[in-house]
């Protein structure tokens, strides 16, 4: 492994902001840590950069304990979301930085340079001022800075979160394949789903400075591991049921569940794509309560008379209206037991 945490512990007045976390990142993958504010998600970025000394635990690069080795001397890279450009200095000045820092000469700093601006969709922009780019422009320079010194690894601290959502989602993609290209070792931290789904090889979901659940995007996606995870990616179907034998007898009824499911009391998951809709007097009876546009499709917040809400996920032309009454069943396929 390229990257190994092993019981990483760092504490702020006493409270553990990273908690024993133990993480593997190989080379050439692409690893997204999501979690809330406050889930250690930034300390531990600063921890594998040697800016946030451990108070337990180690950072190994190649093999390597990392306690002894200054910051400039990881050969990690560190992108920060508000870019932290020099506005005295030109796009240039600043993708040239770190090669200077690190004493390479002025032509072979120059041809670098110039290589990365075309690699970032800038060519020919080394002239400019910082000052005169777009958000997403400025973005473009701080990669290209991160990338200048040919890093081991590169560490993306809510890359994209200052720009809007059009500009993230193209440049998402962008970055996936650029890193492809390169064969670049990222981690990155994020707080959109999306964001991480759309760039990560693996997803890693933290919470009060632990690892909640690890795997790839459609493994996270299918199998949340608890309620925590389920409602951080934005289910709402999220109940406790009581699974006995085949089935789980749940506020919205009983649902068929797969074969050797462990019974008793468990955390249920009904993706909304599982909620059909059926005419009113079928099924579960339910008012429309909300709708909310989601470019690809409603989101339709039913209210049965005594249960919680449940969300489905309609086509635009078919979704119900608010007030209207509906029947509802749910698709086995789509109910996860979590835990």
């Known amino acids: ?105 002025k032509d072979e700093r120059a041809a670098r340079v110039a290589e990365l601006l075309d690699l970032v969709g800038l060519p020919g922009a080394g002239g400019r001022s910082v000052a005169a780019l777009s958000g997403g422009e400025q973005q473009r320079v701080a990669l290209a800075r991160a990338l200048a010194p040919r890093p081991r690894l590169l560490m993306l ?48 979901v933290m919470r ?40 789980a007898i749940t506020p919205w009824g009983k649902v068929p569940v797969a074969e050797g499911a462990a019974e008793g009391v468990r955390t249920l998951l009904v993706r909304p794509a599982g909620v059909r809709l059926l005419p009113a007097g079928e099924g579960l009876r339910c008012t429309v309560a909300a709708r909310a546009f989601k470019g690809t499709h409603v989101a339709v917040h039913l209210q049965p008379a005594d249960a919680p809400r449940l969300e489905a996920a309609c086509a635009l032309r078919s979704a119900p209206e608010v007030g209207d009454e509906v029947g509802v069943e749910l698709d086995p396929a789509d109910v996860v037991l979590l835990d």
Do not use: Y
């Not at 006493?14 to 190989?26: E, I, N, P, S």
């Not at 920060?80 to 820092?101: I, S, T």
């Not at 994209?160 to 492809?180: A, C, H, I, K, Y």
């Open 1 to 105: 492994m390229l990257l190994s945490l092993e019981t990483a512990t760092v504490r702020f007045g006493g409270r553990a902001v990273l908690d024993g976390v133990g993480l593997a990142v190989a080379e050439q993958e692409i690893v997204c840590v999501l979690g809330p504010s406050g889930s250690g998600k930034s300390t531990l970025l600063r921890a594998v950069a040697g800016l946030q000394p451990l108070d337990a635990g180690r950072v190994l690069l190649d093999g390597r304990d990392q306690a002894a080795v200054p910051v400039h001397r990881r050969e990690v890279g560190l992108m920060f979301q508000d870019h932290q450009l020099f506005p005295q200095r030109d796009v240039a000045g600043n993708v040239g930085f770190g090669l200077r820092m690190h004493g390479t000469a």
């Open 157 to 204: 601290d809510e890359p994209l979160g200052q720009l809007d959502r059009t500009l993230r989602e193209r440049l998402v993609v962008e970055l996936r394949e650029l890193f492809g290209r390169l064969g670049t070792t990222v981690l990155a931290v994020t707080h959109d789903q999306g964001e991480a789904f759309a760039l990560a090889d693996r997803v890693v």
């Open 208 to 247: 009060d400075g632990r690892i909640a659940q690890s795997g790839t995007p459609l493994e996270v996606w299918q199998r949340p591991a608890d309620a925590f995870v389920a409602r951080f990616l934005g289910f709402e179907n999220v109940v406790e049921a009581s699974v006995d034998g085949r089935v």
